[in-house]
């Protein structure tokens, strides 16, 4: 199993440049996520998706877009790039193991806005 | 919503000795607390996690410690080894789904050897 697989790893746009993070998990999860990670914050909960088709949003959705393509693959899109979403984003899938969702996390895309 | 705070931001030890990281939440609904290792170039990986019904729970050289009425949790690591070293978070949500977790800042951890 190659688990949760984020692409691309490295990414630069200008400001206003769209573009679409890619994630797929083989594990069979239901619910799938997008965080954000900040120097000096933790990670904070842009999208999640609790089962294919549907999305919901997290604590800092502006400015994003998501797809939740099938249940393997979760996009997240980037309509006009802005400076302020400078970060490392991570995906996650998870999938509940007696009463806790146990969540496995993809490496992550650093992006970069000029 | 839930704030989450975490101490230290960073910490060094010598190989062998322990090391301690507390987080404090806000939220007293709060009611599962997980804790997460991450090393450079990687995600998060969840190494333990204790819900409100419990004080403290094991997992070989790792051992996490929960104080509700503080509203507090710590995580501690004995006999550290230089592969202990990474950033550590540490998260709280109510509840059981994932979507609810809010995550503290992080401690990076440097085992000298």
């Known amino acids: 199993n190659a688990g949760v697989t984020q692409t691309p790893k490295f990414q630069v746009l200008k400001t206003g440049q769209s573009m679409t993070l890619q994630c797929a998990q083989d594990m069979n999860h239901n619910s799938m996520y997008w965080y954000r990670q900040d120097p000096g914050m933790g990670l904070r909960l842009i999208y999640y998706?609790?089962?294919?088709?549907?999305?919901d949003k997290g604590e800092v959705p502006n400015g994003y877009n998501v797809s939740r393509l099938n249940k393997r693959e979760f996009s997240l899109r980037l309509e006009s790039a802005a400076p302020s979403q400078t970060s490392v984003y991570f995906c996650a899938s998870s999938v509940q193991r007696g009463s806790t969702d146990t969540q496995y996390f993809g490496p992550g895309t650093r992006l970069t806005v000029l | 919503g839930e704030n989450v705070e975490q101490h230290p931001s960073t910490l060094s030890v010598q190989e062998g000795d322990s090391a301690v990281i507390k987080c404090t939440y806000s939220d007293s609904a709060s009611n599962y607390f997980p804790w997460y290792k991450q090393e450079l170039g990687k995600g998060p990986q969840l190494i333990i996690d204790i819900r409100s019904n419990v004080g403290e729970k094991k997992d070989q050289r790792i051992a996490v410690t929960l104080n509700k009425t503080a509203k507090h949790f710590s995580l501690h690591i004995t006999e550290t080894q230089p592969e202990d070293s990474a950033v550590y978070f540490c998260?709280?949500?109510?509840?059981?789904?994932?979507?609810?977790?809010?995550f503290g800042t992080g401690t990076r951890l440097t085992v000298i050897p």
């Open positions: 998706s609790a089962s294919e088709g549907t999305t």
């Open positions: 998260a709280a949500s109510q509840g059981t789904g994932a979507n609810n977790l809010f």
